[in-house]
């Protein structure tokens, strides 16, 4: 069965701390994107990957890092310089231009 | 700055009645809609898309239309079901960008049996 996996679905992080969030696809996508959703504010791209070992910064990527060594995986660093990560973390994928994404079930980040 | 704008937070909508969720857009360059469905601690999942070339999509219950003069769109549900009570995104892209989608807030839509 195709789709995205994140995993953990909840995070615990002490202020200070560096923290990854994981994205697998099994879709064969080429683009692949981070998101992050706050109340009353939408999604907000942070980062996104067109083609392996390429990606470019979104809106919101100031505290964050990413990586695409693989086209299945696409991790999301919360680095301790976000001001404010408390937040819900989508990743999606999609196969190119025009076309809907396929998100994943999220990962909610809290930080203590 | 936001791009898309959906203006009404929340709506509710008694069962079976239509429910009609909007949409503004800001951008001109903006040529591809799409509406997103969200249940809560779930990712959104796709819905409907309309190209700018086209004035309606229709799919099965679901049906978007687009006003480019007003850069205005909206998503039409008839009949409405308590199944399909969750938060309803509005998003767009554009042709030099599709790997950019811009999302609205959300409005959030509660069907009442």
């Known amino acids: 069965d195709g789709g995205i996996t994140q995993s953990p679905k909840y995070l615990f992080r002490k202020e200070g701390q560096n923290v990854t969030l994981s994205c697998e696809q099994n879709?064969?996508?080429?683009?692949m994107y981070w998101y992050r959703q706050d109340p009353g504010q939408g999604l907000r791209l942070i980062y996104y990957?067109?083609?392996?070992?390429?990606?470019q910064k979104g809106d919101i990527a100031e505290g964050y890092s990413v990586s695409r060594e693989k086209k299945e995986s696409f991790p999301l660093t919360v680095t301790s310089a976000q001001k404010n990560p408390t937040a819900f973390y989508l990743c999606a994928s999609s196969i190119g231009a025009g076309v809907g994404y396929t998100f994943g079930s999220g990962t909610r980040l809290t930080v203590v | 700055d936001q791009q898309v704008k959906q203006n009404s937070p929340s709506l509710s909508v008694q069962e079976g009645r239509i429910s009609i969720l909007n949409c503004d857009y800001t951008n001109s360059m903006f040529d591809y809609f799409l509406w997103y469905k969200k249940y809560p601690a779930e990712g959104p999942t796709f819905l409907i898309s309309?190209?700018?070339?086209?004035d309606k999509n229709e799919d099965g219950r679901f049906t978007v239309f687009l006003n480019k003069s007003a850069k205005h769109l909206s998503l039409h549900i008839v009949p409405s079901q308590p199944g399909d009570s969750a938060v309803y995104f509005c998003a767009a892209s554009w042709k030099t960008s599709y790997d950019k989608v811009i999302f609205g807030p959300g409005t959030s839509l509660s069907v009442i049996p």
């Open positions: 990957s067109q083609i392996v070992n390429d990606f």
């Open positions: 879709l064969n996508h080429d683009a």
């Open positions: 309309i190209s700018s070339i086209k």
